[in-house]
């Protein structure tokens, strides 16, 4: 088959998957041939032999299995990462949250950050590529995720600046912190999720019967362990709930916007 009857062949397969169809079929295709899309777009008129992995690829992609886990990577701020379904993929409003923490960091020497819910590693990883005189300490409670951000340190070459825990929330760590950061999971138990968010991890995505639960239990520990600062994402639905929850506590909680104009973070500051 010729390069461009394969790529409209297979992208009907995916018209209810995928907005861009075309663009999935080449990305997979590319992939397997070790070439670029365009390449394929150059040479749409030449005769090839699929691939022996393209049918089984297509078929994962056909039952919503995300792109990313079938190439084994994402991108997140410009980089590539590892990824497998023992985490959740990067989203790209995430890296808004990775700005807040720099931001915050920028104003201390030599601060003390720890991410809780680390998963592929991400946040810990563009905060050390950022920070370059911050500690960072990424806590997972999943060994399987923690594998995965590992991989992901040593690729991006700051393993040593990184010091990865297997636990739950801040146990294991007893060193003062500056900046408290976390993307845990936030969405409510009965909430229906979409078919690719299906393959994703339940642990990275289910925060609880109503959803805010780790974040109310972060908040806690925040007020409990005098740290500077504490930067979290959270659902776009989740505002009133944490502003009330932060008032009881006594502290006061400022908001972030993703891209869309949604409530999509917060982040609370010691009172000076
Ligand atoms: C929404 S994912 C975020 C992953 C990554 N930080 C990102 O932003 O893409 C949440 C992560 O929190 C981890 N997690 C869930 N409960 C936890 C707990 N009690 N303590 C530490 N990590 C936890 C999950 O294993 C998962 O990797």
């Known amino acids: 088959m010729r390069i461009k009857e394969i790529v409209v062949h297979y992208a009907r397969l995916l018209k209810d998957v995928s907005d861009v169809p075309q663009k999935e079929v080449m990305i997979l295709l590319a992939e397997l041939l070790r070439k670029e899309t365009s390449w394929l777009v150059a040479h749409g008129d030449e005769e090839i032999v699929l691939p022996p992995l393209f049918e089984e690829w297509m078929n994962r992609r056909t039952r919503y299995e995300p792109l990313e886990y079938i190439l084994e990577r994402a991108e997140f701020y410009a980089k590539t990462f590892y990824v497998d379904s023992n985490v959740l993929i990067p989203r790209p409003e995430t890296e808004l949250l990775v700005d807040k923490v720099v931001e915050e960091a920028r104003a201390l020497s030599s601060p003390v950050i720890v991410e809780i819910g680390t998963g592929s590693g991400i946040i810990a990883i563009m905060t050390a590529h950022l920070l370059p005189d911050a500690s ?8 399987e995720a923690l594998k995965v951000a590992k991989k992901n340190a040593r690729l991006h070459g700051v393993e040593d600046r990184i010091e990865f825990i297997e636990g739950s929330y801040l146990a294991g760590i007893h060193r003062s912190i500056d900046i408290l950061v976390s993307n845990p999971p936030y969405i409510a138990l ?55 929850y932060a008032k009881q506590k006594g502290l006061e909680i400022e908001f972030y916007q993703d891209l869309a104009g949604l409530d999509r973070g917060f982040w609370i500051k010691e009172q000076k």
Not at 136 to 143: H, K, N, Q, R
Not at 207 to 225: P, S
């Open 190 to 244: 009965n909430e229906p999720l979409g078919k690719g968010l299906s393959y994703e991890p339940s642990l990275a995505l289910f925060g609880g019967e109503k959803g805010n639960e780790m974040l109310c239990r972060i908040i806690d520990l925040y007020a409990q362990h005098e740290i500077k600062t504490l930067v979290c994402e959270m659902g776009y639905d989740q505002r009133i709930a944490l502003t009330c």
């Open 136 to 143: 960072i300490i990424a806590v997972d409670i999943s060994g």
